[in-house]
Nanobody, 128 residues
Framework: QVQLVESGGGSVQPGGALTLSCAASGFTSAYYVMGWFRQVDGKMREGVSAVSSVGGGTFYADSVKGRFTISRDPTKRTVSLRMTNLQPEDTAVYYC?????????????????????WGQGTQVTVSS
């Protein structure tokens, strides 16, 4: 049974930083993509960043480029998202996501329906 366990959400002031982490288990494929989406009430789930396990490809939403950095540890099946210079518009529930149909090349899916499994979500609040 595939499981994604997230940690690291919280509240920060504008300009602050947080790191989200996600550990995946319950599958054996060496090829996969792990990433982060976020959602605000009443809006669609938005792709934030993702990384391929083997191909080395990465994706960043335009709104987070230069501020967020995704990293992975394939041996532990974990992915982390370092978020800096956080702004109020980054406030959302952040979800870890896993796609098992990709990961053997540089292509990184960016749409929520391309992902197969989801974490429970962790709240990130940026407010002064």
């Amino acid at each position: 049974q595939v499981q994604l366990v997230e940690s690291g959400g919280g509240s920060v002031q504008p300009g602050g930083a947080l790191t989200l982490s996600c550990a995946a288990s319950g599958f054996t494929s060496a090829y996969y993509v792990m990433g982060w989406f976020r959602q605000v009430d009443g809006k669609m789930r938005e792709g934030v960043s993702a990384v391929s396990s083997v191909g080395g490809g990465t994706f960043y939403a335009d709104s987070v480029k230069g501020r967020f950095t995704i990293s992975r540890d394939p041996t532990k099946r974990t992915v982390s998202l370092r978020m800096t210079n956080l702004q109020p518009e980054d406030t959302a529930v952040y979800y870890c996501a896993l796609a098992l149909r990709f990961g053997n090349d540089a292509y990184v899916p960016t749409r929520h329906y391309e992902y197969d499994f989801w974490g429970q979500g962790t709240q990130v609040t940026v407010s002064s």
